[in-house]
């Protein structure tokens, strides 16, 4: 028996004190009372000067006390399922980190010619195929843009072609509320049901302000449409310390915070206890290239730092992880998905995406995200740390050994060496004259050959012809509209 | 399935009671001793090795693997007339002197004994002399010498040079391996063959027998 | 400004926090080496070193030991919880104290990968020169070791000749091994020629020296041996057991620090023995043996995690630690040598070891590649970075900055983004942010291209400091002293 024991059931990671998370929301409702937003949509506007907010034109001030009504009604949690069985697979609380791609990337590099190019419908079906391939991989975003079809409507596409190739959970874009609508319409289809999709979440959208503290009329009514379609929805700023934020770690995080916050205030206001998962790409600009890094450690610093006010305000989370500024999948791409992967299974935000990004999320890479495939499973054997009691402790089986034996034939490694460690796919340890006699190959180059042979024989679970038929329906509903 | 099959099976799970039980019960039933070593254990390890060397199994699996074989083996072996039990030649190992580092030679013994090999193992800090008495003593085919240091591993051609001294050289092979040590090192001190990991020192050690 | 008052209890996280095991994780792992240590004791080679723990308390039976628990409190209590190293002019560098964290190659690879051939080939002492220089130039690298046991020297004088190479070549503090006592005694030598007295040495050390003893619980004559040597000498010591879980540990990562933690006690008692409050750092390399290939990985996670589990049982003990990271399993610097010397640089940092080593190893340890170390170089830049941490402070919220700039505007012109852009983020050496155009009007490079490049830039144009003449000569007479030695020992 022991007693007044406390023990580590993982590892335990954390940016913020508690005392620094309260001082950085507290900053950010500040923020919202003095300085306030913009939002370009009337209907929104008057739904918050209703409920107490003061209101200036299109900038709105936002008290306190609405944040914190705003906060006490959201659902602290989010569960998300398979599209083919229903099943109930992610739950998005606490600490539980998944994983999955980005979304609307311009270009992707072709595996078989190693080219950059436009990406299209096709190449986004194949990502999906290969993304519903790996086991690290939970949900989906799309990795790619639909650019081969009419582009006011090109999000219905892309959603096909994500759904026919996934029966994972997808986190989607689309244009406008109308996108959104017939996607929902398209999900519903495929859960059989506006009901059954209520009940059990295969979509989650995703929209976005604009920052510093601004919501255009697209992201709100995306936004809206959500809330009262009670979908759940990321909604995401994307700040750049230095550029549309402040420089300091801190202001970035709470202007940011802000700007999630007013979208959050909106979306209870809309429809109280509606599904909302707080989102925040948090980087710096790169002040050489003015780029907006995917690679910085500060992207990761933030990350993790949200993470933890995320846990504070006990709200779910998006993060970000798995992606580079590397124009190729070279050494520079690996230390930059590696870095940004382990932080994120040690902060824990709930649902990672943008794996599988190269070149500053403007370039999806296949190679890249079956590799990441790989680090998410280091990274999670990590994070579930050390179990200490006496049978790991075993020194009872050190002592039957002693001094100079060996551990091999015990039964106590037969026993644990498998769930102790974890063993590789793609990352290699073979002895050097295997691995010479192999063909001297990269990293890359094996996850290249990886995704040539899902490509080539992998196959996810079918939908039925006759939701297949409705799905396309809808498609082509859209696109004769969009042609009148 | 038939018995043979499970014995095979039995050693592939490395599950040692089964096959002793199994290997009793197809002696009850009149199944030649012979055949069932060569049809059933030895096939059931043959298989391990392959599944062993793709990384569809992994070390402590051969291992318990070759504790079933050895399990069958002892209780068919004493039936069998002198001579007629399989066995691929026996082999001396050792760490050299002043190196105290044995995992990897350890590995190595385990290796070729679950590979039909007899392996007469002599531990660490190993003088050369002692090599070559055990080789007599034991009639060996293969010396295997292993050396973790640069320090140790240039006491390796004293082995070689003794066996040549005492006319054995011919008689015996020497195989080295260990972290300093290299193909060309091999060469060099007139070894007959390297190998960097234990899978490839039963290789060398089907050649060179 | 909001406060214009002073915040009571308030907490701040002044870097960020991790630890893999809780306090009483921690002492019951400590608990349970002791145990190890008083049930099956251990096997020590050296009789000298019998005989010195047996007069210290511990009971002896043949060449097993084994030690009463009040002998180890009284060791660990006994050893400085802090330990300082100098460069080499005395200048204090490296404070291994509670959660600080340095940096620094490894030593006796059987290869190293030229980067200027890219062919892998035996070490030369030239390989021990280039190490030398990288670690002198780089400015995450905080100390320098031999990268390589050369092979184109008298192979019993390895250790010195390489030794020479680092002393010469670099100002960074040394860690450094050598075969035996005679070598111990010519390095000491080296040492004292540049210091000037084994005094000056002892106040103001620029050498850490270490012993691996042979797990499981089994510490052969030299080892033990060279590490009352050190502590004889009053100079700061390392034992450092290197343990593969599930062949020369159990395959249970708690099993494994235990044992880790049992072999490094014996040094540690017998360097107290010998020397009450000899500076001791406790090792060492902890990871598993792939089943499949049979290698000790360099890249397993478990390497990242066993080590991390060590530091902090090595932080509730209050002893400094001596801990791995940068390194990788694969052969050749690409994208898996990247990953893995991340992830082990992270969570190194992150476990707040205090001597992390073996940065530069590819190939499971087998090879050095000094274009690794240049990489690890860079991925601590930015690890330092993530490890600051968050400033929150009424200046770093920028709530008035905010205020002034509004919905809409932007942060570029702000004296603030001014004042703070360059202190609060990292820039890059070798990372890649251009835009995409701009890159490929570069020439298209990977990392690794541009690695080698500043690799073999390094090589051929940093100039260390030198040793002033008469060093150098009487440096070069302990090596021709050392070789005569040897001479008449064959």
């Given at each position: 028996m022991k007693s007044g024991y406390v023990a580590n059931r993982s590892t335990r990671f954390s940016v913020l004190s508690d005392d620094q998370c309260r001082e950085i929301v507290s900053a950010s409702k500040e923020i919202l009372e003095r300085t306030g937003v913009k939002i370009f949509y009337q209907e929104a506007v008057e739904i918050l000067r209703k409920a107490g907010c003061s209101v200036d034109g299109e900038q709105v001030r936002i008290p306190?006390?609405?944040?914190?009504?705003?906060?006490?009604?959201?659902?602290?949690?989010?569960?998300?399922?398979?599209?083919?069985?229903?099943?109930?697979?992610?739950?998005?609380?606490?600490?539980?980190?998944?994983?999955?791609?980005?979304?609307?990337?311009?270009?992707?590099?072709?595996?078989?010619?190693?080219?950059?190019r436009p990406s299209s419908t096709q190449s986004v079906g194949n990502n999906c195929r290969v993304i519903d391939a790996l086991p690290n991989l939970d949900f989906v975003m799309s990795l790619g843009i639909s650019q081969d079809v009419p582009q006011p409507v090109y999000d219905r596409y892309q959603y096909e072609a994500m759904v026919l190739?996934?029966?994972?959970?997808?986190?989607?874009?689309?244009?406008?509320?109308?996108?959104?609508?017939?996607?929902?319409?398209?999900?519903?289809?495929?859960?059989?049901?506006?009901?059954?999709?209520?009940?059990?979440?295969?979509?989650?959208?995703?929209?976005?302000?604009?920052?510093?503290?601004?919501?255009?009329?697209?992201?709100?009514?995306?936004?809206?449409?959500?809330?009262?379609?009670?979908?759940?929805?990321?909604?995401?700023?994307?700040?750049?310390?230095?550029?549309?934020?402040?420089?300091?770690?801190?202001?970035?995080?709470?202007?940011?915070?802000?700007?999630?916050?007013?979208?959050?205030?909106?979306?209870?206001?809309?429809?109280?206890?509606?599904?909302?998962?707080?989102?925040?790409?948090?980087?710096?600009?790169?002040?050489?290239?003015?780029?907006?890094?995917?690679?910085?450690?500060?992207?990761?610093?933030?990350?993790?730092?949200?993470?933890?006010?995320?846990?504070?305000?006990?709200?779910?989370?998006?993060?970000?992880?798995?992606?580079?500024?590397?124009?190729?999948?070279?050494?520079?791409?690996?230390?930059?998905?590696?870095?940004?992967?382990?932080?994120?299974?040690?902060?824990?935000?709930?649902?990672?995406?943008?794996?599988?990004?190269?070149?500053?999320?403007?370039?999806?890479?296949l190679e890249m995200l079956v590799i990441c495939d790989e680090i998410i499973g280091m990274a999670r054997r990590i994070v579930r740390g050390i179990e200490v009691n006496p049978e790991t402790l075993a020194v009872d089986v050190i002592d039957q050994v002693g001094p100079g034996g060996h551990f091999l034939k015990t039964?106590?490694?037969?026993?644990?060496?498998?769930?102790?460690?974890?063993?590789?796919?793609?990352i290699d340890r073979k002895i050097y004259a295997n691995w010479k006699s192999d063909g001297s190959k990269t990293l890359t180059q094996r996850a290249n050959e990886k995704v040539i042979s899902i490509l080539e024989s992998y196959q996810p679970e079918q939908l039925s012809p006759d939701v297949k038929q409705k799905l396309r329906a809808v498609v082509e509903r859209a696109a004769s509209k969009c042609q009148k | 399935m038939s018995i043979l099959d499970e014995i095979a099976q039995g050693v592939i799970e490395g599950e040692a009671t089964k096959v002793a039980d199994l290997t009793k019960k197809a002696l009850d039933t009149g199944v030649p001793p012979l055949d069932i070593i060569n049809n059933g254990l030895v096939l059931g390890m043959g298989k391990v090795g392959e599944m062993f060397k793709t990384g569809e199994m992994f070390l402590p699996e051969v291992i318990f693997s070759g504790d079933a074989l050895y399990a069958g083996v002892g209780l068919v072996k004493p039936l069998l007339t002198d001579g007629s039990m399989p066995s691929k030649g026996t082999a001396v190992i050792g760490t050299i002197k002043g190196d105290l580092h044995d995992i990897g030679k350890n590995l190595v013994g385990m290796m070729l004994e679950s590979s039909g090999f007899t392996v007469v193992n002599l531990g660490a800090d190993v003088s050369p002399e002692s090599f070559v008495q055990a080789a007599k003593d034991n009639n060996a085919d293969i010396i295997g010498c292993s050396a973790m240091l640069t320090t140790t591993m240039i006491l390796m051609p004293d082995v070689i040079k003794l066996l040549e001294s005492e006319g054995l050289r011919n008689k015996v092979k020497v195989m080295i391996g260990g972290a300093p040590l290299s193909p060309e090192y091999a060469a060099k001190i007139g070894a007959d063959s390297y190998a960097p990991d234990s899978t490839t020192a039963v290789e060398v050690a089907n050649e060179l027998v | 400004m909001k406060s214009q008052f002073v915040k009571s209890r308030y907490e701040a996280n002044e870097a960020v926090q991790f630890n893999v095991l809780s306090d009483n994780q921690c002492e019951e792992i400590f608990h349970s080496a002791m145990e190890v240590l008083r049930r099956t004791g251990s096997k020590v080679y050296d009789p000298d070193s019998r005989d010195l723990l047996k007069k210290g308390g511990a009971f002896v039976d043949g060449e097993v030991v084994k030690f009463p628990s009040a002998l180890?409190?009284?060791?660990?209590?006994?050893?400085?919880?802090?330990?300082?190293?100098?460069?080499?002019?005395?200048?204090?560098?490296?404070?291994?104290?509670?959660?600080?964290?340095?940096?620094?190659?490894?030593?006796?690879?059987?290869?190293?990968?030229?980067?200027?051939?890219?062919?892998?080939?035996?070490?030369?002492?030239?390989?021990?020169?280039?190490?030398?220089?990288?670690?002198?130039?780089?400015?995450?690298?905080?100390?320098?070791?031999?990268?390589?046991?050369?092979?184109?020297?008298?192979?019993?004088?390895?250790?010195?000749?390489?030794?020479?190479?680092?002393?010469?070549?670099?100002?960074?503090?040394?860690?450094?091994?050598?075969?035996?006592?005679?070598?111990?005694?010519?390095?000491?030598?080296?040492?004292?020629?540049?210091?000037?007295?084994?005094?000056?040495?002892?106040?103001?050390?620029?050498?850490?020296?270490?012993?691996?003893?042979?797990?499981?619980?089994?510490?052969?004559r030299e080892a033990i041996a060279k590490a009352v040597f050190v502590a004889e000498k009053g100079l700061p010591l390392i034992y450092t057991p290197c343990t593969m879980a599930g062949a020369t540990t159990p395959a249970t990562m708690a099993g494994t620090i235990v044992l880790q933690v049992a072999e490094s006690l014996v040094g540690l008692v017998a360097a107290q023995l010998k020397r009450e409050g000899t500076p001791f750092i406790m090792g060492g390399l902890i990871s598993i043996m792939d089943m499949s290939s049979t290698i000790l990985s360099y890249g397993a996670p478990e390497l990242a995690l066993l080590s991390a589990g060590m530091s902090n049982v090595a932080q509730y003990m209050k002893i400094p630690v001596f801990s791995t990271g940068g390194c990788t399993d694969a052969k050749t610097l690409d994208a898996q040598a990247a990953i893995q010397g991340a992830m082990s640089i992270l969570m190194a940092a992150q476990s707040g070891a205090s001597l992390v080593h073996d940065c530069g190893y590819i190939e499971y340890g087998s090879t050095s590649s000094t274009e690794m170390l240049v990489m690890d170089d860079e991925i601590i830049g930015m690890v330092k970075r993530i490890m600051r941490g968050v400033e929150v402070n009424d200046e770093t919220l920028a709530v008035d900055v905010i205020d002034s700039v509004g919905p809409g505007g932007h942060f570029l012109r702000t004296q603030h983004t001014r004042n703070y852009f360059k202190k609060e983020t990292w820039y890059p050496s070798l990372i890649d942010r251009k835009v995409y155009e701009g890159w490929r009007a570069e020439g298209n490079k990977t990392m690794g291209a541009r690695i080698k490049e500043k690799t073999q830039m390094i090589i051929n144009e940093h100039n260390p400091e030198k040793l002033p003449e008469a060093t150098l000569n009487s440096i070069k007479a302990i090596i021709q002293r050392a070789e005569q030695r040897e001479a008449a020992q064959v």
């Amino acid at each position: 028996m022991k007693s007044g024991y406390v023990a580590n059931r993982s590892t335990r990671f954390s940016v913020l004190s508690d005392d620094q998370c309260r001082e950085i929301v507290s900053a950010s409702k500040e923020i919202l009372e003095r300085t306030g937003v913009k939002i370009f949509y009337q209907e929104a506007v008057e739904i918050l000067r209703k409920a107490g907010c003061s209101v200036d034109g299109e900038q709105v001030r936002i008290p306190s006390r609405l944040v914190d009504q705003a906060l006490r009604m959201v659902p602290k949690r989010v569960t998300l399922c398979n599209s083919r069985t229903g099943e109930r697979v992610m739950h998005l609380e606490g600490y539980n980190a998944y994983f999955g791609t980005g979304s609307d990337t311009p270009f992707y590099i072709d595996p078989y010619t190693g080219e950059r190019r436009p990406s299209s419908t096709q190449s986004v079906g194949n990502n999906c195929r290969v993304i519903d391939a790996l086991p690290n991989l939970d949900f989906v975003m799309s990795l790619g843009i639909s650019q081969d079809v009419p582009q006011p409507v090109y999000d219905r596409y892309q959603y096909e072609a994500m759904v026919l190739n996934t029966s994972k959970p997808i986190v989607v874009t689309a244009n406008d509320a109308q996108g959104f609508a017939d996607i929902i319409e398209m999900a519903e289809i495929v859960a059989g049901g506006p009901e059954k999709l209520r009940r059990n979440p295969l979509i989650v959208l995703y929209a976005e302000p604009i920052s510093p503290l601004q919501h255009s009329m697209e992201s709100i009514t995306k936004l809206m449409m959500a809330a009262n379609k009670e979908v759940p929805v990321v909604y995401t700023p994307c700040v750049m310390a230095g550029a549309t934020v402040p420089a300091t770690m801190a202001g970035t995080l709470a202007c940011g915070l802000a700007e999630s916050l007013s979208g959050l205030v909106l979306h209870q206001l809309t429809k109280e206890g509606a599904p909302f998962i707080m989102g925040g790409v948090f980087t710096i600009m790169d002040m050489q290239s003015t780029i907006f890094s995917y690679g910085a450690p500060e992207f990761h610093l933030l990350e993790a730092a949200l993470a933890d006010i995320a846990h504070y305000l006990n709200l779910p989370m998006f993060g970000t992880c798995g992606c580079s500024d590397s124009k190729v999948v070279d050494e520079q791409a690996g230390i930059e998905a590696a870095m940004s992967i382990l932080l994120m299974a040690q902060a824990g935000p709930n649902l990672n995406h943008d794996v599988g990004y190269i070149e500053y999320g403007s370039t999806a890479s296949l190679e890249m995200l079956v590799i990441c495939d790989e680090i998410i499973g280091m990274a999670r054997r990590i994070v579930r740390g050390i179990e200490v009691n006496p049978e790991t402790l075993a020194v009872d089986v050190i002592d039957q050994v002693g001094p100079g034996g060996h551990f091999l034939k015990t039964a106590h490694t037969r026993k644990f060496f498998k769930t102790e460690t974890w063993y590789p796919t793609l990352i290699d340890r073979k002895i050097y004259a295997n691995w010479k006699s192999d063909g001297s190959k990269t990293l890359t180059q094996r996850a290249n050959e990886k995704v040539i042979s899902i490509l080539e024989s992998y196959q996810p679970e079918q939908l039925s012809p006759d939701v297949k038929q409705k799905l396309r329906a809808v498609v082509e509903r859209a696109a004769s509209k969009c042609q009148k | 399935m038939s018995i043979l099959d499970e014995i095979a099976q039995g050693v592939i799970e490395g599950e040692a009671t089964k096959v002793a039980d199994l290997t009793k019960k197809a002696l009850d039933t009149g199944v030649p001793p012979l055949d069932i070593i060569n049809n059933g254990l030895v096939l059931g390890m043959g298989k391990v090795g392959e599944m062993f060397k793709t990384g569809e199994m992994f070390l402590p699996e051969v291992i318990f693997s070759g504790d079933a074989l050895y399990a069958g083996v002892g209780l068919v072996k004493p039936l069998l007339t002198d001579g007629s039990m399989p066995s691929k030649g026996t082999a001396v190992i050792g760490t050299i002197k002043g190196d105290l580092h044995d995992i990897g030679k350890n590995l190595v013994g385990m290796m070729l004994e679950s590979s039909g090999f007899t392996v007469v193992n002599l531990g660490a800090d190993v003088s050369p002399e002692s090599f070559v008495q055990a080789a007599k003593d034991n009639n060996a085919d293969i010396i295997g010498c292993s050396a973790m240091l640069t320090t140790t591993m240039i006491l390796m051609p004293d082995v070689i040079k003794l066996l040549e001294s005492e006319g054995l050289r011919n008689k015996v092979k020497v195989m080295i391996g260990g972290a300093p040590l290299s193909p060309e090192y091999a060469a060099k001190i007139g070894a007959d063959s390297y190998a960097p990991d234990s899978t490839t020192a039963v290789e060398v050690a089907n050649e060179l027998v | 400004m909001k406060s214009q008052f002073v915040k009571s209890r308030y907490e701040a996280n002044e870097a960020v926090q991790f630890n893999v095991l809780s306090d009483n994780q921690c002492e019951e792992i400590f608990h349970s080496a002791m145990e190890v240590l008083r049930r099956t004791g251990s096997k020590v080679y050296d009789p000298d070193s019998r005989d010195l723990l047996k007069k210290g308390g511990a009971f002896v039976d043949g060449e097993v030991v084994k030690f009463p628990s009040a002998l180890i409190e009284w060791a660990v209590r006994t050893a400085p919880s802090r330990v300082v190293l100098c460069d080499r002019n005395g200048k204090a560098k490296l404070f291994l104290e509670g959660k600080n964290v340095y940096f620094g190659p490894g030593p006796s690879n059987n290869f190293v990968l030229d980067p200027f051939t890219g062919e892998r080939r035996e070490p030369t002492t030239e390989d021990t020169v280039r190490a030398a220089k990288c670690c002198d130039y780089l400015p995450n690298i905080d100390y320098a070791m031999d990268m390589g046991t050369v092979r184109n020297v008298n192979l019993t004088l390895s250790d010195v000749y390489s030794f020479e190479a680092l002393l010469t070549n670099t100002t960074k503090p040394i860690v450094h091994w050598g075969f035996d006592i005679p070598q111990y005694q010519d390095i000491l030598e080296m040492c004292i020629a540049v210091a000037g007295s084994l005094e000056e040495l002892q106040k103001n050390p620029f050498i850490a020296m270490y012993s691996e003893p042979l797990p499981p619980l089994r510490h052969s004559r030299e080892a033990i041996a060279k590490a009352v040597f050190v502590a004889e000498k009053g100079l700061p010591l390392i034992y450092t057991p290197c343990t593969m879980a599930g062949a020369t540990t159990p395959a249970t990562m708690a099993g494994t620090i235990v044992l880790q933690v049992a072999e490094s006690l014996v040094g540690l008692v017998a360097a107290q023995l010998k020397r009450e409050g000899t500076p001791f750092i406790m090792g060492g390399l902890i990871s598993i043996m792939d089943m499949s290939s049979t290698i000790l990985s360099y890249g397993a996670p478990e390497l990242a995690l066993l080590s991390a589990g060590m530091s902090n049982v090595a932080q509730y003990m209050k002893i400094p630690v001596f801990s791995t990271g940068g390194c990788t399993d694969a052969k050749t610097l690409d994208a898996q040598a990247a990953i893995q010397g991340a992830m082990s640089i992270l969570m190194a940092a992150q476990s707040g070891a205090s001597l992390v080593h073996d940065c530069g190893y590819i190939e499971y340890g087998s090879t050095s590649s000094t274009e690794m170390l240049v990489m690890d170089d860079e991925i601590i830049g930015m690890v330092k970075r993530i490890m600051r941490g968050v400033e929150v402070n009424d200046e770093t919220l920028a709530v008035d900055v905010i205020d002034s700039v509004g919905p809409g505007g932007h942060f570029l012109r702000t004296q603030h983004t001014r004042n703070y852009f360059k202190k609060e983020t990292w820039y890059p050496s070798l990372i890649d942010r251009k835009v995409y155009e701009g890159w490929r009007a570069e020439g298209n490079k990977t990392m690794g291209a541009r690695i080698k490049e500043k690799t073999q830039m390094i090589i051929n144009e940093h100039n260390p400091e030198k040793l002033p003449e008469a060093t150098l000569n009487s440096i070069k007479a302990i090596i021709q002293r050392a070789e005569q030695r040897e001479a008449a020992q064959v």
